[in-house]
């Protein structure tokens, strides 16, 4: 064999084998061990009971990058059962992992779950919490960015640095307190103070003159909007919750429960301390909380009044949010762009209107949507669906559209077929803020409105650049609507930001499926999966 003909068969094996390798490499692996555990802080003054994670309050940031694998061993050192959720990770095809009542058996104290789950075609600025309990109220939240690839660009120049604000009403009394009340039928209180980062006032973010920072707001509350502001610097919004967005800028913010938003800051002005403020929102008692922007080696503390709030109310936030809009131009964690997906001309298969409310049952509150008002069985939904147990929950027992009817308790799952396309109407037809998530998923929202929703109405919807998310509010006595593409198989919960809410009904589950069982549509159930309920005894 000649030389030319030896090199030529190097060559082609050595390409093959780095085919090869390529192909069934896996994405990065990122292995956490958390403890969580009970300890003592002084958010508002008092010393009172908090939850840590490894000691810290809030919890540590979770960061990662867009399809890594992620490990976390969670140590529930707690006197009571315990889950973390993760707020708008989509979880793609592996709701077990999803970290709420309705697909999890909860962590007994003294013992652990290891949660694993993929970042998968995900970028951008997310949260984690407590999902059980009123557990969220004394903290075990935190931060949770997912970084984009080497090969993926974002559509803006790197920043200098990052600076993450976890925003949120606060309470003094421990969660335990608040799960007293909420059971015995009274609503959660008006809230003792609003924090940033753990406490009310004097944080410290550092920068340098001349360089432009990012700055990852996420209202971690329990149920107040708040506003978000710096003196004297203006914030370019970047990205929303995995989206995104045409960079316009604003002086103040709204962000309302359950939301994050990533906004740009160029230290622009003279180098001195200014103030960052949040301040509630729609609220007659106008909470407070303050931190510092420091220039690096100013010697002038911040002084004179914070700036103010915005003048307007709700018409003036839903203006606002009616100008977030999706960058078309702009990939997010993948190479094409976002405005690839036309959203706007998929006919939808169905339409749901829910509409919540705050029945009194038995003598106690409740929160409800379209007549029902959920409880959360001892069986996991999810797990009673793989092992076909009966008397957990009842198929599409809710009604999608409102009722006039009486209201009930139940434990409703919407069926629904694994690549519909849906509109869901929020209607609010109370006088105060409400706040939706949905787990597993993004969604256009399409249009924010007042009064009952029309169909006349669908001639507003946004159908071209309306902003992707996982969280939208809906304003006293409006209705907002969103579009989404149910792409995603799994038992998903539907349910209000507002923790109190949710706590005492106000959610559902939808479950997307089909009957084609494939990896590719969904995982089966992890051989670590905790068992209970109806299900103790039984085998993965």
Not at 122 to 130: D, E, L, R, V
Not at 395 to 412: C, Q, R
Not at 511 to 518: C, I, L
């Amino acid at each position: 064999m000649g030389r030319a003909m030896t090199l030529f068969l190097c060559l082609f094996c050595t390409a093959v084998a780095l085919l090869a390798t390529s192909a069934i490499a896996e994405d990065p692996y990122r292995y956490f061990t958390w403890t969580v555990t009970y300890g003592t802080a002084s958010p508002l003054g008092v010393p009172q009971q908090v939850i840590l994670i490894n000691g810290q309050f809030p919890g540590p940031s979770l960061d990662c990058i867009t399809n890594d694998n992620i490990i976390i061993n969670v140590i529930n050192q707690l006197d009571e059962p315990f889950l973390l959720t993760w707020n708008g990770i989509k979880q793609r095809k592996n709701s077990w992992q999803d970290g709420v009542l309705g697909t999890n058996c909860p962590i007994p104290p003294k013992a652990n779950y290891t949660y694993k789950f993929q970042s998968k075609d995900q970028i951008g600025t997310f949260t984690y919490f407590p999902s059980t309990a009123m557990h969220r109220a004394s903290g075990g939240f935190g931060p949770f960015y997912v970084r984009q690839r080497s090969v993926i660009s974002v559509p803006y120049d790197i920043p200098d640095g990052e600076m993450s604000l976890l925003v949120g009403d606060w309470y003094k009394a421990g969660h335990k307190s608040l799960r007293q009340g909420l059971d015995s039928g009274k609503p959660l209180s008006f809230p003792d103070g609003l924090l940033i980062n753990g406490i009310p006032q004097s944080y410290f973010f550092t920068g340098d003159k001349g360089k432009t920072y990012l700055f990852r707001i996420s209202n971690v509350g329990l149920s107040l909007s708040f506003n978000f502001r710096i003196e004297g610097h203006k914030m370019k919004v970047v990205e929303i919750e995995g989206s995104h967005t045409i960079q316009n800028t604003y002086d103040t913010l709204d962000v309302h429960v359950g939301q994050s938003i990533a906004v740009l800051v160029t230290l622009d002005q003279p180098p001195k301390d200014y103030h960052i403020v949040a301040t509630s929102r729609f609220t007659r008692t106008v909470l407070t909380a303050t931190a510092v922007l420091h220039y690096r080696n100013s010697k002038s503390p911040v002084s004179g009044p914070i700036p103010a709030p915005p003048a307007g109310d709700y018409h003036w936030s839903m203006l606002q949010a009616r100008t977030f809009r999706w960058n078309l131009t702009a990939n997010a964690a993948r190479p094409n762009p976002q405005g690839s997906y036309k959203y706007g001309n998929i006919t939808r298969s169905r339409s749901l209107n829910f509409a919540s409310s705050a029945p009194v049952i038995n003598g106690k509150l409740r929160y409800a949507v379209n007549g029902v008002s959920f409880i959360v069985p001892d069986t996991p939904l999810k797990l009673a669906d793989n092992f076909n147990i009966a008397s957990v929950f009842t198929w599409d027992s809710i009604p999608v559209s409102p009722t006039n009817g009486p209201i009930v308790l139940g434990t409703p799952v919407l069926r629904t077929n694994l690549h519909e396309f849906i509109e869901i109407i929020f209607q609010n037809t109370e006088n105060t803020m409400q706040s939706w998530h949905l787990d597993g998923y993004s969604f256009w929202v399409v249009g924010y409105g007042n009064g009952q929703w029309l169909e006349q109405n669908r001639n507003s919807y946004n159908l071209v650049d309306a902003v992707s998310r996982h969280t939208v509010q809906v304003y006293p006595n409006g209705w907002s609507a969103i579009l989404v593409s149910l792409d995603n198989q799994g038992m998903w919960n539907l349910r209000s930001a507002m923790w109190g809410r949710q706590y005492l009904g106000q959610q559902l589950y939808i479950r997307v499926w089909t009957q084609e069982k494939s990896y590719s549509n969904e995982y089966d159930i992890p051989p670590n999966a905790l068992l209970c309920g109806k299900a103790s005894g039984l085998h993965p």
